[in-house]
């Protein structure tokens, strides 16, 4: 079992451009949430998505910012015309149910630097 | 009522020592508290979780104490070693907030040998 895998582990975009940031959860499990996580804080919450479905997009960004979890593939985080605050740590998580209590496992991150 | 409040920041600790970390919530519809441990470049790794029906869970070295009253529960690391060095997170979820973690602030711990 391979575990949550994330590419790129980091990723650097000037100002502008556009980032993605892919997920593939573990083998079986059909739920993910991305978190962001800025220097010198916590992971704050961004989206929960399961296959095709956006489930809670509370804590995205209401611009530049999109997640999808296609049928097939892994899902995506996209920031578009990325500017130099988006500077952190993604992180993404699968589990499968949406219960947080039951193997919930983080990746090991995208480190995106914006220059 | 969303937030989850961590403290110290910081913790020096000597090789043999009890490491104690504290977090409070406002939000009493969560009812899964778990810890999350942290090394640089990783992703953040379960540690032990409780829920608030129990005062206190141990399992190894890391104990959790959960005072439903206060709405604070803290994570004690006994006999702290360097391999222990990391960043901390407490967490909390509630039946409200499906599948979402509402984290602390973090605490970085140093273990000194």
């Known amino acids: 079992n391979a575990g949550v895998m994330q590419n790129p582990r980091h990723l650097v975009r000037r100002r502008g451009q556009e980032a993605r940031l892919r997920c593939s959860p573990m083998?079986?499990?059909?739920?993910v949430y991305w978190y962001r996580q800025l220097p010198e804080e916590g992971l704050k919450f961004m989206v929960y998505l399961q296959k095709e479905n956006i489930i809670d997009e509370s804590g995205m960004p209401k611009e530049r910012f999109s997640a999808e979890f296609p049928k097939e593939g892994p899902s995506i985080l996209r920031i578009q015309q990325v500017v130099r605050g988006d500077s952190a740590a993604y992180f993404c998580a699968s589990s499968p149910s949406d219960r947080v209590n039951y193997g919930y496992t983080f990746g090991s991150g995208t480190r995106l630097t914006v220059v | 009522q969303q937030q989850v409040k961590q403290s110290p920041q910081s913790l020096i600790v000597q090789k043999g020592g009890i490491s104690i970390i504290n977090c409070a919530y406002e939000?009493?519809?969560?009812?899964?508290f778990p810890w999350y441990q942290q090394f640089p470049g990783k992703g953040p790794a379960l540690l032990i979780a409780i829920r608030p029906d129990v005062s206190e869970k141990k399992e190894g070295r890391f104990t959790i104490s959960f005072n439903k009253s206060a709405k604070q529960f803290s994570l004690h690391i006994m006999d702290s070693q360097p391999g222990d060095s990391a960043t901390y997170f407490c967490a909390a979820s509630g039946s409200s907030n499906t599948g979402k973690l509402i984290f602390g602030q973090g605490t970085t711990l140093q273990v000194k040998p």
């Open positions: 939000n009493t519809a969560f009812d899964y």
């Open positions: 083998k079986g499990h059909s739920h």
